[in-house]
């Protein structure tokens, strides 16, 4: 939640320690793209009130859950166990409020997709669609 640094350097710092964080020391792998990410994140230019403004369009967004009710198509729910931002309560309650919904959860994700985990996202994925076909 912190104001990214305006600097290069500060700012790339700053993005890696965040995903680190976000992947919960998980996946070290990442951090090599996430300086490529960082890097071209930068060089697009800095908004900083963007993360501001999508939280509060979160918060003003209100409860999706009665609405989830009415979701009528083969649905994948896919949550890390150690999702810093959004508890794993939160993703099973979610696969439990759509009807007929898959629930994957994937033990070491925190709150990013690691490129060492999507072989099997992508599984789930394909999964799913060949449910709606």
Known sequence: MRTPGRRLDS????YVDTYRTLRMGHFPEEEG???V???R????GLNPLGSARQLVAILASGSRKLALRRV???TLVIHGAVD???PLAAGVDTADSIPGAELMVLSDMGHTMPMRLWPRIIEGIIGVTK???
């Open 11 to 14: 700012y790339v710092d700053q």
């Open 33 to 35: 793209r996430d300086r």
């Open 37 to 39: 990410r960082a890097l």
């Open 41 to 44: 994140s930068h060089a697009r």
């Open 72 to 74: 009528s198509v083969p």
């Open 84 to 86: 810093p931002l959004v």
């Open 131 to 133: 449910r709606a076909s």
